[in-house]
């Protein structure tokens, strides 16, 4: 697993919160498998599993804690 930027997955993230106000895996994974995103930035975007978060910046600080986001 390599730590990815958080500015390599906040515009999926801030993409579905602007639009559904939560932040769940599948819709974030479907954003960036569209766009063909990084294995590594797909490994970090797996990381959220069935958690549901309420915030960007709640989604940062769980996977910055667990070592898939690096500021």
């Known amino acids: 697993m390599a730590t990815v930027r958080w500015d390599a997955i906040s515009g999926y993230i801030d993409n579905i919160f602007s639009i559904d106000g939560r932040i769940a895996r599948a819709d974030v994974m479907a954003l960036a498998e569209t766009d063909d995103a990084s294995d590594d930035v797909i490994d970090a975007i797996d990381a959220i ?23």
């Open 49 to 71: 599993g069935s958690r549901m978060f309420t915030s960007p910046s709640d989604v940062r600080d769980f996977l910055t804690a667990q070592g898939y986001v690096a500021n």
